[in-house]
């Protein structure tokens, strides 16, 4: 069994930063894509960033430029370096693990960590 364990949100002004942190326990972290995802108040779930075992790493356009996903094995853990933030940035942000072992898919998720942009 997998738990993710997210930390690092919070209330933050319009142009500031936060770096969010998803702990992973088990062991197939370092095979595993790892994902950021959001929800906002009446929107659905929507993929932030992502990042392969590999290190390759992909983002949704509302955020490139100010968004960075990074993974770090040793710790099991995915950071998302979140700055320039904007009000529409608030959401609940969700960590995402997944892949495939012995031809089964696995996916996991997170209890999300609340990011509120508002002066």
């Known amino acids: 069994q997998v738990r993710l364990v997210e930390s690092g949100g919070g209330l933050v002004q319009p142009g500031g930063s936060l770096r969010l942190s998803c702990a992973a326990s088990?062991?197939?972290?370092?095979?595993?894509?790892m994902g950021w995802y959001r929800q906002a108040p009446g929107k659905q779930r929507e993929l932030v960033a992502g990042?392969?075992?590999?290190?390759?790493?992909n983002y949704a356009d509302f955020v490139k430029g100010r968004f960075t996903i990074s993974r770090d094995n040793a710790k099991n853990t995915v950071y998302l370096q979140m700055n320039s933030l904007k009000p529409e940035d608030t959401a609940v942000y969700y960590c995402?693990?997944?892949?495939?072992?012995?031809?089964?898919?696995?996916?996991?998720w997170g209890q999300g960590t609340q990011v509120t942009v508002s002066s």
């Open positions: 088990g062991s197939i972290f370092s095979i595993s894509a």
């Open positions: 995402n693990l997944n892949g495939r072992l012995v031809g089964m898919r696995y996916d996991y």
């Open positions: 990042i392969t075992s590999g290190s390759s790493t």
